[in-house]
């Protein structure tokens, strides 16, 4: 059967057994090379799936554009499956897994008839590291398969290291009709299965980044005392050329990947950003006390809308070549575009869904447009992307879109505050879940739609991991959107943001002057470098102050959300709100 000699008889079995059920007319075994994407690229554009960017300006650069049905993740649709239901805990839809798996055999039933089954296997993390995984993904969309071949170390490579082992994650996807009647993406952590149908779009569809790197990845995690975490990776590198590296945690479409590829602005000349990562961080306690940190992922599937030459000029770089957009609008000249990317309206603007369009209207681009994009392309790329055993983490960041209450940064009196920060942490809600955008709702670690099991036994996961390590990272909470009471933004955000690593990399470094505040230690005055910034003395002491009254508040709203956690929420957790109330009280 296969046009490649597997002789894992594992996956033989498995791509029979689903090409059995879904009867595709044909089976195709992807092997990676570059012939493969171009050829399943003029396969799209034919179809029209995909049609042809300005290569002049865009060289191999294409536009998606999806059924306007299917544009965001649907949490309300995502399932874990497990036999016991307080394993799934209540941030997780849970469903049983047997009457799951026989409903989704059914909607797999015949599928793909008149359809190909393309086989990508693929690897989680560089291609010798110990940490890696390898992944089996089936689908029947050519689309899902020239994003995989972007995003991770797909085809032969992955057979390779698979080898006759057994142990690889099993993910089945169609679109199937893409009806959101019939859409689900069920994981079954207790047997490495993702079963998906129904959607097309990125973090339903593309199972080695949500559901194996995240949802089935931090239930072996826990099981296995390591972390996997929805974080960006960083290194920030002094002018006497010491990096320290950072992850961080920001919910969905809250400024990770602009992080993560920050440019630093001139006046902090000397000051470099390397990128290992924008979106997901495996982290394992190393033999020198210390965690280390690998990306598993090799590119970006990110949002495109908010990102121009002054927000992330790496970004925008990254992508001019070699990309595909899903949803974003098209200039006259066949350039892709989105409300805000030119100063300028430039003439013939098409909108995401294809149809001209004219200011004023609703937006041109789809507020979760996306670009995928090979992480090789990055100019800041860290020159440890491949590094088997990865990075070593000196601060984890969490961060949340907040417009009042929470300063600029703070940092933690010690790991477990660190953690019931994260535990904690609020974010206004974003368009890249199907949903209101803008309503405050907890999002522990940035983790709440991706964790895989109870959350409340991920809390108690993450102090555990505390104690694996004799130097673990100090931990931090910023936040960029606080506004005044003209809702403006106080801090200038984007590139400027280096300008708060620098106080991060000091405080871990032994030095940066803080203020110790019921809530933690906040920059004094001084000790952030504002140089050659317009902020006035009343814009810093608002971005900085504490303000006891508005927490003891937030505290109340904190106690509702551990209580609805149930039984399982750590006394660690509790211990760190009673400390946190009384300090606040005092
Ligand atoms: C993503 C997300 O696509 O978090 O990274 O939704
Ligand atoms: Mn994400």
Redesign the pocket.
Known sequence: MPQVDIVNRHLVKFVEDTAKLTQPDTIYWCNGLEAEYRSLIEQMLDDGTLTELNQAKFPNCYLHRSDPNDVA?TEHLTFVCTSSKDNAGCTNNWADPDETKNKMNSLFNSCMEGRTMYVVPYIMGPESSPHSQVGVQITDSPYVVVNLQIMTRMGRIALNRLGNSDRFIRGVHSIGELDPGRRFICHFPEENLIMSYGSGY??NALLS??CHSLRLASVMARDEGWLAE?MLILGLESPDSDVTYMSGAFP??SGKTNLAMLKPPKSQNGWTVWTMGD?IAWIYPGQDGRFWTINPEAGF??VAPGTTWKTNPNALETMMKNTVFTNVAVTGDGSPWWDGLTDEIPPGVIDWQGNPWSPGTAKAAHPNARFTTSIRQIPSLSPHLDDPKGVPLSAILFGGRRASLTPLVFEAFDWVHGVFIGATMAAETTA??VGTVGVVRRDPMAMRPFCGYNIADYFKHWVKMGSKVSKPPRIFHVNWFRTNSKGEYLWPGFGENVRVLKWISERVNGKGDAVKTPIGYVPKQDALDLKGLKISPEALEDLLRVDSKGWLKELEDIRVFLNSLGERVPEEMWREFSKLESRLNS
């Open positions: 993740r990125g973090g980044k949500k929805h969905s479409a979106d599937f990110a890249a879940a």
